[in-house]
């Protein structure tokens, strides 16, 4: 059972370094925000996203982002709900182009499929 544990873990953290290689290639007109708590974006994260916790979002997206042209793409722990909450809130506040991208381990799937 350890073993198994371990294996995943090594596993996720591979795929986390694959995606984030690939993350990194984003252009000037795009972000990625990390809804998660702190604790879990410390943990693992996708290369270049900002945390900005979906509890904070309403009061802190302006401090990290200034345009609102930029495309917005969203991820949260589970399976897009808190990324679906932040981006009603975001398109309220005036951004344009805001996408739900799910939930953290969802993308690193996402990306495995894609590479093979």
């Excluded at 879990?40 to 994260?45: P, S, T």
Aim: aromatic letters at 8%; charged letters at 20%.
């Amino acid at each position: 059972m350890v073993r198994r544990v371990v294996v995943l873990l090594f596993t996720l953290i591979g795929l986390a370094q694959a995606y984030s290689a690939c993350a990194a290639e984003q252009d000037e007109n795009s972000v990625w925000i990390d809804v998660r708590s702190a604790r879990e974006y410390r943990a693992g994260h996708i290369e270049g996203a900002i945390n900005i916790p979906a509890g904070d979002i309403g009061h802190k997206m302006f401090e990290s982002v200034d345009d609102v042209f930029k495309t917005v793409h969203l991820y949260d722990g589970s399976s897009g709900t808190f990324a679906g909450l932040a981006l009603e809130l975001l398109m309220e506040m005036g951004f344009n182009e805001v996408i739900n991208e799910g939930g953290y381990a969802q993308l690193l799937v996402k990306q495995s499929a894609a590479e093979q």
